[in-house]
């Protein structure tokens, strides 16, 4: 039996359910990099195509389904980036395996389902955290530092969008009602996430309007004034049809903060720009892999015990943030 230093210095074995594009392309890349984590196992439903594409862990076991990776008793933590619409059952099952959760954002198709998934880790003492891996990028810890700072003085405005254009992609599960997909819980959480991490509260009150096509089943295009009061406010906006963009720019009374990669800035220097009266200056950050910094702060978190960064109450606010812009767009949410 391993003594308990030992354990602390041991590598926490990871899960993964499914071979999702994003699992297989940067989480769990990022995971077999890591300094604390070792990839274990995988479960795909196709778990022949999962092979080759795990081909960069030779060594990781793939089960043909998820059940057998949350019951894998190796198995220590999961990350699960399902559709949208099977993160509360697959996070559910696996806090109740005792295993902890790093889940893809959204957490939850709505703030409900969410708070049933932050009741079982409470009830399980299982570790939960949503997926946003910018949160964890140097440059928004940085931007968000100048804020509590008081550099730019109160903040008034934050405006942010996210799209790209996915084409003609019918499969995709962004497309797809069943599977809670549409632009906002893609990519429109996003800007909802970075308001609510500069405010530090939820919006009071929301007015928005979405587009959804006569023959689409999901909404294309979001966008919306959150209302955080006192004259405080977030703009932010997201598609599927727009170009290919994404930008914040953060306005307080006395200079602003505009970050022109702030999501997936991707493995190049990025820059943060804070323009205070009479001074403009450009704050440069190296490449960084902003998957690893995430997944290594979760593993610290399963080993010591550390609070994790993100928080749940944070989570299920945005999750009620999101509900309240498809309500005050007259969209159906949940679309059943
Ligand atoms: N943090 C980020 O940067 C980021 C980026 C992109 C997406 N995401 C999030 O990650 C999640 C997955 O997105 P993705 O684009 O990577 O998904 P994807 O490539 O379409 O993969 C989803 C996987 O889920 C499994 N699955 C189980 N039931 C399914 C069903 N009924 N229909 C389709 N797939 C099903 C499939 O895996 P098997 O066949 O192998 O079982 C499939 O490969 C979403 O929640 C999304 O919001 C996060």
């Known amino acids: 039996m391993q003594s308990d230093e030992t354990v602390l210095h041991t590598p926490v074995r990871w899960g993964v359910l499914s071979a999702a594009n994003i699992g297989v392309k940067r989480v769990a890349p990022a995971i077999h990099a890591s300094s604390n984590g070792r990839l274990v196992a995988v479960g795909s439903r196709n778990p022949g195509r999962a092979r080759e594409l795990f081909a960069f862990a030779p060594d990781?076991?793939?089960?043909?389904?998820?059940?057998?990776?949350?019951?894998?008793?190796?198995?220590?933590?999961?990350?699960?980036?399902?559709?949208?619409?099977?993160?509360?059952?697959?996070?559910?099952?696996?806090?109740?395996?005792?295993?902890?959760?790093?889940?893809?954002?959204?957490?939850?198709?709505?703030?409900?389902?969410?708070?049933?998934?932050?009741?079982?880790?409470?009830?399980?003492?299982?570790?939960?955290?949503?997926?946003?891996?910018?949160?964890?990028?140097?440059?928004?810890?940085?931007?968000?530092?100048?804020?509590?700072?008081?550099?730019i003085g109160t903040v008034k405005l934050i405006r942010s969008s996210f799209s790209f254009n996915v084409g003609s992609r019918p499969h995709d599960i962004r497309l797809q009602a069943a599977l809670a997909g549409g632009s906002l819980m893609d990519v429109g959480c996003y800007?909802?996430?970075?308001?609510?991490?500069v405010y530090g509260y939820a919006p009071l009150a929301v007015g928005a309007r979405v587009y959804t096509p006569a023959d689409g089943e999901v909404e294309r295009y979001a966008s919306a004034?959150?209302?955080?009061?006192?004259?405080?406010?977030?703009?932010?906006?997201?598609?599927?049809?727009?170009?290919?963009?994404?930008?914040?720019?953060?306005?307080?009374?006395?200079?602003?903060?505009?970050?022109?990669?702030?999501?997936?800035?991707?493995?190049?220097?990025?820059?943060?720009?804070?323009?205070?009266?009479?001074?403009?200056?450009?704050?440069?950050?190296?490449?960084?892999?902003?998957?690893?910094?995430?997944?290594?702060?979760?593993?610290?978190?399963?080993?010591?015990?550390?609070?994790?960064?993100?928080?749940?109450e944070e989570t299920i606010e945005n999750l009620a943030t999101i509900e309240a812009i498809y309500q005050s767009a007259g969209y159906p949410w949940p679309i059943e």
């Open 60 to 151: 990781v076991l793939i089960y043909e389904d998820y059940d057998s990776v949350i019951s894998d008793p190796e198995v220590e933590a999961l990350y699960i980036p399902l559709p949208n619409s099977l993160h509360a059952e697959w996070t559910i099952k696996a806090l109740r395996a005792g295993k902890h959760v790093l889940c893809e954002k959204p957490l939850a198709v709505n703030a409900e389902q969410g708070l049933t998934m932050v009741q079982v880790a409470r009830d399980t003492g299982m570790l939960l955290m949503e997926a946003f891996m910018y949160r964890f990028h140097p440059q928004t810890i940085w931007a968000l530092e100048q804020v509590a700072d008081g550099r």
């Open 191 to 197: 800007p909802v996430n970075l308001c609510r991490a």
């Open 225 to 312: 004034v959150l209302d955080f009061d006192g004259g405080r406010f977030g703009l932010i906006d997201s598609s599927f049809e727009l170009p290919t963009r994404q930008v914040a720019e953060i306005i307080g009374e006395t200079g602003t903060i505009t970050i022109p990669l702030p999501f997936t800035p991707g493995h190049i220097e990025t820059m943060v720009i804070l323009t205070l009266e009479g001074q403009t200056i450009h704050q440069r950050f190296a490449p960084v892999d902003q998957f690893r910094l995430e997944v290594e702060h979760f593993a610290a978190s399963v080993r010591f015990g550390h609070q994790l960064y993100l928080s749940l």
